[in-house]
Each structure stands twice: as C-alpha cells, then as structure tokens.
C-alpha cells in the first residue's frame, strides 16, 4: 500500500456457515481489507487464522472492526445487524434481511436512527450481467418490457435440512432462501411488482417449510411474469447453475435463468444472449431471429460485492441495496406466501401498508 492508499479495513464475519465460509475467502482474497475476528459458538479457535470469539458481542467488544458480515440464522439478522450498527461498524447482511417484512422495518429504523452504513447481501445485484440487462431494459434495446420467466431448481441433499437445523423450520424454505434472491432481481430488472398470485407445495420433503413453488407477477409496468422453484427437483436451470459463482454448484455453459421479452428483442440472462430480426426482414413471427451476445467484461458477484461494501464502509458511496430496498423484496416473498396460503391475488402495496399499520405504536 502507498501513502495515497485508504486504510486497510479491518473485518469481522458473523457466523461460520456454509455463506459465512464463503465470505472468509472472500475477504482474504480482497485488497484493502483484512479478517480480524470470527463470530460462532460452534467454531473452533484452529479453524481460522484469526481470533475466534463465541458471540457477535464479544468481538465487538474487543477486536476493533471497522466492519461485519453478517451470515448467521435468518431469524438473528436483525438483532445482529442493529447491534454492530449501534457498535458503529459497517454491516453487510447476507439476505434475507429479515425472516419477514414487519421485522425488516425495524431495521430500516434503525438505519435512519444511527446513521448506519449497511449493505444487503443481494450478490447477484453486482454481476457484470445484471448491470447489463438493466442497461439494455432501461435504455430501451428491448423495447417495451412485455414479460418475462425464470426458473431455479436443484435437488438439495439430505444433510442440508438434517445437519443444519434452521433450514426446515420457519424463516427458511425455497422462498425465503432461494427465490428472495430472483425476486429482488426481477424487481432490478423489470420493476415493482403490484400484484402476485402463488401455489406452493411441501409434498416431495414433508416438512413444515415449501420445497416447491411457483408465482405469476405483473409488474407496475404493465409486464407480466412467471417464476419456478424447487429445492426437490433434479435440474441444470438456474442462476447458480448459469454462472460459475462458486464451486459447490456444477457449471453449465450457456445457461439461462431469466427470459425477458420486449417489444423490439429478446434477452436471456446471464449469459445475455439477445433475439432479434435483421432490419432487412420483416419484424414478425414469419421472420427469423438473429441471436448476437451482449458485450460484457467478466467478473463474480461476491468480490464485486465485497468492493463495493468497502466503498460503503469507507463511507464513499451508497449502498447498492439499502436496507429499505431489501425490505421490499422480502414483502414480495411474504406477498407470495400469502397468495399461496390464501389462493387468491395479493395486492403488494396493499399488503405493505396493512403490515406498516399493524406496527403502529
């Protein structure tokens, strides 16, 4: 580091987990920042080249950190989060931000109250790819965003639900875990959602939470959408199949976890190829369809994130994904799985605002 360099941010990581692992990496590969503790009753002072503390408290008392990240048990993110923002450090919190919309509230509060810098750990949002077809949806290269349809599904051994409790009970689920990431993408990509209808089903696993879903959206725009997921079923389709974000999921090139579909082309995402007629043939379903791929320079999701929440820390930028921002995508989720309790349409806005009022002193 030169004298124009910033300081080396000293980190912190909140649980030891599967994420939490995953972001130690992280964290040790990134310039400008360093592991300086490690939060977990279960870990062991061997495992990690740093000091191991048994709770989130003691190492903010006494490791010195300039930030967190946060990966323990949905139902502790808040409680966490709001704790290392009173401490005054950064905070970057795995999703989902809550294990509900009202809960998430409180920690929208709490930003606003402390003055906190906290980022919501939404990777996908920093993938070369998204920011692509965000620019090719909002300047127009589609044409008028007519709808669009996703699908992530991959069988999940057993040992995930067996050797992690918290994955079978309450607060998680293939809605909570998994599609509250492809919902807070479509709502990057596409727009507010204002009405979802859902059908949900426990059948392949037999447990108190959903390992199959599927949604239908239409979005403030007038564009419709579906979306299928499934922690049961075998299958190559998927964001973490599309994309080579970690080693634990095999990689299938070319792969496709979104399709949108606009007035003027096509674009599937991430591999951003885009369908189009030849401005020397007639723009119509008679006509064939070119396909060319969308430029983009290549990097992952978690280091994009990590460089981007040290910019928050260091107080240079606003985060990609507040908290009030994640909010609304976990309302979106509670939205679903009340359309799919209920068998009926839910109204989005609506629901929002029943829970804000129920929350009223």
Same mark, same amino acid.
């Given at each position: 580091?030169?004298?124009?360099?910033?300081?080396?941010?000293?980190?912190?990581?909140?649980?030891?987990?599967?994420?939490?692992?995953?972001?130690?990496?992280?964290?040790?590969?990134?310039?400008?920042?360093?592991?300086?503790?490690?939060?977990?009753?279960?870990?062991?002072?061997?495992?990690?080249?740093?000091?191991?503390?048994?709770?989130?408290?003691?190492?903010?008392?006494?490791?010195?950190?300039?930030?967190?990240?946060?990966?323990? !048990?949905?139902?502790?993110?808040?409680?966490?989060?709001?704790?290392?923002?009173?401490?005054? &450090?950064?905070?970057?919190?795995?999703?989902?931000?809550?294990?509900?919309?009202?809960?998430?509230?409180?920690?929208?509060?709490?930003?606003?109250?402390?003055?906190?810098?906290?980022?919501?750990?939404?990777?996908?949002?920093?993938?070369?790819?998204?920011?692509?077809?965000?620019?090719?949806?909002?300047?127009?290269?589609?044409?008028?965003?007519?709808?669009?349809?996703?699908?992530?599904?991959?069988?999940?051994?057993?040992?995930?639900?067996?050797?992690?409790?918290?994955?079978?009970?309450?607060?998680?689920?293939?809605?909570?875990?998994?599609?509250?990431?492809?919902?807070?993408?479509?709502?990057?990509?596409?727009?507010?959602? $204002?009405?979802?209808?859902?059908?949900?089903?426990?059948?392949?696993?037999?447990?108190?939470?959903?390992?199959?879903?599927?949604?239908?959206?239409?979005?403030?725009?007038?564009?419709?959408?579906?979306?299928?997921?499934?922690?049961?079923? &075998?299958?190559?389709?998927?964001?973490?199949?599309?994309?080579?974000?970690?080693?634990?999921? !095999?990689?299938?090139?070319?792969?496709?976890?979104?399709?949108?579909?606009?007035?003027?082309?096509?674009?599937? $995402?991430?591999?951003?190829?885009?369908?189009?007629?030849? !401005?020397?043939?007639?723009?119509?379903?008679?006509?064939?369809?070119?396909?060319?791929?969308?430029?983009?320079?290549?990097?992952?999701?978690?280091?994009?994130?990590?460089?981007?929440?040290?910019?928050?820390?260091?107080?240079?930028?606003?985060?990609? $994904?507040?908290?009030?921002?994640?909010?609304?995508?976990?309302?979106?989720?509670?939205?679903?799985?009340?359309?799919?309790?209920?068998?009926?349409? $839910?109204?989005?806005?609506?629901?929002?605002?029943?829970?804000?009022?129920?929350?009223? !002193?």
């Amino acid at each position: 580091m030169t004298a124009s360099d910033p300081a080396l941010l000293r980190f912190g990581v909140i649980g030891a987990g599967f994420m939490g692992r995953q972001h130690l990496d992280f964290i040790r590969a990134a310039p400008g920042v360093s592991l300086a503790a490690v939060a977990d009753p279960a870990a062991l002072a061997d495992d990690f080249e740093c000091p191991v503390y048994e709770s989130a408290e003691r190492m903010l008392d006494a490791a010195q950190l300039d930030a967190v990240v946060i990966a323990n !048990p949905n139902a502790l993110h808040v409680e966490t989060a709001v704790r290392c923002l009173e401490a005054g &450090v950064a905070v970057l919190l795995e999703k989902p931000a809550a294990v509900d919309y009202a809960e998430s509230l409180r920690l929208v509060d709490a930003v606003a109250r402390l003055d906190g810098r906290l980022l919501v750990g939404h990777h996908r949002r920093h993938h070369p790819a998204v920011e692509r077809a965000r620019a090719a949806v909002d300047g127009g290269e589609l044409g008028e965003i007519v709808g669009v349809s996703g699908l992530w599904s991959a069988r999940k051994e057993d040992a995930y639900f067996t050797d992690i409790p918290w994955h079978s009970r309450p607060g998680a689920g293939v809605l909570l875990i998994n599609v509250v990431h492809d919902l807070d993408l479509l709502r990057h990509l596409c727009g507010e959602v $204002v009405e979802i209808q859902a059908m949900q089903s426990s059948q392949a696993r037999g447990l108190v939470v959903e390992d199959t879903v599927t949604l239908n959206l239409r979005f403030e725009n007038g564009a419709v959408g579906s979306f299928l997921a499934s922690d049961a079923g &075998v299958s190559p389709w998927g964001w973490d199949q599309s994309t080579e974000e970690t080693s634990a999921f !095999p990689f299938l090139p070319d792969g496709v976890a979104y399709r949108i579909l606009g007035t003027r082309a096509a674009l599937s $995402v991430p591999n951003l190829a885009r369908y189009a007629y030849d !401005p020397s043939v007639s723009p119509d379903w008679h006509s064939p369809l070119s396909r060319t791929y969308l430029p983009v320079a290549p990097r992952g999701s978690f280091p994009a994130q990590l460089a981007h929440f040290a910019d928050v820390a260091r107080g240079l930028v606003a985060p990609l $994904v507040s908290a009030e921002d994640a909010s609304r995508t976990l309302a979106l989720v509670e939205a679903a799985a009340l359309a799919a309790r209920t068998q009926r349409t $839910v109204d989005v806005a609506r629901f929002r605002a029943e829970v804000e009022a129920g929350r009223q !002193p």
